[in-house]
């Protein structure tokens, strides 16, 4: 009865020492933070690129001989060389496009011109389709101005956000020169990776869950942000010869219709048509016509080569993921955003199906992939 005061007192100590060790933890859990969170968009997309881009990484190295480090050189060299013009293009084109937007948006500016005279002279849809342009021109102009007033603060904080591509080019730059590091040591990239989640969720359940997170990357990369990004770059280039009006916005359209998997013909047959409209029948909007349709149904070529790898993520999952990171983080997170939701829902599904074993396996729920 004596040694209760004594026990009182050694396990008020080594509760307190518990709480004095956890809140120094966290106040060095929160300065890392801060100092690493100007760099947390670079990193995550580095490593999203990384993890993608591996498997080519070691088919290349294999083919050199085991020189791993030259494949992922090269791989950033040829990546480097093949973005750098159209993104510098696209770049410009919605710099363009934000300046007059924000001017607009400012002075309550909104025009629809008028339609050439040959559109009413097309077989078939000429004569509807000139005279809703026409009336477009005279009375929607109207129409804008009353809902200016009301839609300026959130046209301003959209065309901000698209404002901010050019700083998302940079981004996406920086982040293939770090994916290329992180393929060099891919290795023990992957140990550090098991290390850590057999740490968390034990020997047994870490490498599945490490393997689940590495299979929805590559899922969600390539088969569907990897597939809207290539159909951006193959629109968006065109548009920008061809000169038409916002090609930069209009390619960041295509980006978001294509991750949400929705036909970017919404987008390609108005522009098809104006571009008709503005220079009539030639070689060159002929040659533009077929490239758009070429463009727009490339996805029915890349998906069956590249999505549905292991892992196939809902479309709602993607899409919000796509909506919420550009938000939070800009352009880059339309990239970013996708895959990370995309992981925590499976690794969620995962937790919630999985055996009542707790070293059971990672049960995630596979779909099969729409083509």
Not at 108 to 113: A, D, H, R, T, W
Not at 257 to 280: D, E, H, K, R, S
Not at 305 to 311: D, I
Request: hydrophobic letters at 55%; charged letters at 10%.
């Amino acid at each position: 009865m004596e040694e209760k005061p004594f026990l009182t007192f050694n396990s008020s100590r080594a509760l307190l020492d518990v709480l004095i060790r956890a809140g120094l933890i966290t106040v060095l859990v929160l300065f890392c933070y801060d100092i690493f969170h100007p760099f947390l968009n670079v990193m995550l997309w580095s490593l999203i690129l990384a993890v993608t881009l591996y498997p080519l990484n070691q088919m290349l190295g294999a083919k050199l001989g085991g020189r791993y480090g030259w494949a992922s050189v090269i791989l950033v060299i040829l990546g480097l060389v093949i973005l750098m013009l159209p993104l510098s293009l696209l770049g410009a084109s919605v710099a363009d496009s934000v300046q007059t937007g924000i001017h607009a948006v400012e002075n309550g500016q909104f025009e629809i011109p008028p339609p050439p005279a040959n559109v009413e002279s097309w077989p078939l849809i000429g004569a509807p389709l000139y005279g809703v342009w026409l009336h477009a021109s005279q009375d929607l102009s109207w129409a804008f101005h009353q809902v200016a007033p009301h839609l300026k603060d959130w046209s301003k904080v959209a065309l901000h956000q698209v404002a901010g591509v050019g700083t998302g080019i940079v981004v996406f730059i920086l982040a293939l020169i770090f994916a290329g590091l992180i393929m060099k040591n891919g290795e023990a990239g992957h140990r550090t990776a098991v290390a850590i989640t057999s740490r968390v969720s034990g020997p047994v359940r870490g490498p599945q869950i490490a393997e689940l997170c590495t299979a929805t990357i590559r899922a969600v990369a390539q088969g569907v942000v990897g597939i809207a990004f290539i159909q951006m770059l193959l629109i968006g280039v065109a548009l920008v010869i061809m000169g038409i009006p916002a090609a930069g916005v209009l390619a960041l359209m295509v980006l978001l219709l294509g991750i949400m998997q929705l036909p970017v013909l919404l987008i390609t047959l108005p522009v098809v048509i104006y571009a008709f409209a503005q220079g009539g029948v030639s070689a060159s909007t002929v040659i533009f016509a077929v490239w758009m349709i070429i463009a727009g149904l490339s996805d029915n070529v890349l998906k069956p080569m590249l999505l549905g790898r292991g892992v196939a993520v809902p479309m709602p999952v993607v899409l919000i993921g796509a909506l919420g990171g550009m938000i939070t983080s800009g352009i880059i997170g339309l990239f970013t955003g996708p895959v990370i939701l995309a992981i925590g829902y499976e690794l969620f599904i995962g937790w919630v199906y999985h055996s009542a074993d707790p070293d059971g396996p990672v049960m995630p729920v596979v779909e099969e992939p729409s083509s």
